[in-house]
């Protein structure tokens, strides 16, 4: 099993060289991925699982219609995991357009650190 990231700033004739060699696993950008879509050298017809973390700093940074694209480019029966801290309406109305049946999992934290971990700083 392979795992390539594909990310702007990274050469592209690399990502593209790479990505011949047909990676089990692509982990990348909202924007880089698109690129790699509109040149035809990726191609999402067969994608099984998307995981999409940290969907609610995505549309912070305003990546939230590029998400939106790729996804549109996946079949409908994948499986599709969202991770985020916070679950704003636009992310919500993702969630429910590109989601079969989802599940909430929300966990609420009684302490911000596990008690095992030792914090301290330096000022």
Known sequence: MTTLPVYGGQDIQKQIREL???PSIISATPGRLLDHIKRRTIRLDHIQTVVLDEADEMLNMGFIDDIRAVLEQTPSERQTLLFSATMPKPIRLLAEQFMR???RVQIAAKTLTVS???QSFVQ
């Open 20 to 22: 011949k060699k047909r």
């Open 116 to 118: 095992r971990i030792e």
């Open 101 to 103: 049946d989802p599940k």
